[in-house]
């Protein structure tokens, strides 16, 4: 319930309707960088079939030679592999989030949102 209560709050705070990954999704993360690695970025981008348009990894850039870099994970597992970005995961497609100890950078970008 806090959880729900967390992302109601943040898309409150961008004025953006709450659009929830749907049990069963898929979220992209890069598995192969280390879960203590700072910071923790993610963005999101449109639905499409299993997945809910969110990718997340640690570190810095993503490599551009990498097809490879994201692998599948099911929603249900986010809570376990980086919790401190529940409140967030409610955000719509277009968004963008970069968490470190005592930061948080969060914007809108609508080429996130083109095919």
Known sequence: MRILL???RMCRR???AS?????GTMIGV???RP???EPLNAVRHPPVGQSNGWYVW???QIPQDDDD?????HIEHARRRFPELLPYLTLP???GVILAPGYEDVWRDEALLAP
Do not use: E, H, I, T
């Open 6 to 8: 967390a992302q109601r």
């Open 19 to 23: 659009l929830r990954p749907r049990p």
């Open 30 to 32: 890069a598995l192969g």
């Open 14 to 16: 961008f004025g953006v």
């Open 93 to 95: 497609p277009g968004f």
């Open 35 to 37: 879960a203590d690695m």
């Open 69 to 73: 870099f994201f692998s599948p994970m």
């Open 58 to 60: 640690r570190g810095g």
